[in-house]
C-alpha cells in the first residue's frame, strides 16, 4: 500500500475512536515482545491503538519506528495513544476498506460547472 494521503488518515482515525489500546509501551520501551504483540494485532485487526504509559516524550519517533518494523502505516497520535494501521496483503481478509481518492464533481461533469 502507499502512504496514507491526509482524507484517508482522516477516515481511519474516526474508525479507531471506538477502540481500546491492545498494545502498552511500558518502562521497557520497544522490545522484542512489543514488536511480535503489534504484528500480531495488525495482522488480526489492521487498525490499532498502542497507548504509551511510559516513553511519552518520545512516542511519535516509537511509532514511526514500528511502523518502519513492521510496514504499517501511523495514522496519527491522540495525546498518550498512537494509531497504527497496515492492511492485510490478502484481499479477502481485509477488514477496513480505505478510501480512494474523492473525485472532483466538477471534472465529472464534464464541463465548466455552469
Not at 514488536?35 to 488480526?44: F, I, R, V, Y
Not at 476498506?97 to 473525485?103: D, G, I, N, S
Request: glycine share 8%.
Amino acid at each position: 500500500m502507499d502512504e496514507l494521503e491526509g482524507f484517508q488518515r482522516r477516515h481511519l482515525r474516526s474508525l479507531a475512536h471506538p477502540l481500546q489500546p491492545v498494545v502498552m509501551i511500558g518502562k521497557e520501551g520497544l522490545t522484542e515482545a512489543v514488536l511480535a504483540k503489534t504484528d500480531q494485532e495488525l495482522l488480526a485487526h489492521e487498525l490499532i491503538k498502542v497507548r504509551f504509559g511510559d516513553w511519552k516524550e518520545e512516542k511519535r519517533a516509537l511509532l514511526a519506528k514500528m511502523a518502519e518494523k513492521l510496514l504499517a502505516e501511523v495514522v496519527g497520535v491522540v495525546g498518550h495513544l498512537g494509531i497504527l494501521f497496515r492492511q492485510n496483503r490478502e484481499p479477502k481478509k481485509r477488514q477496513i476498506r480505505v478510501p480512494a481518492r474523492p473525485r472532483n464533481p466538477a471534472a465529472k461533469s464534464g464541463g465548466s460547472g455552469r
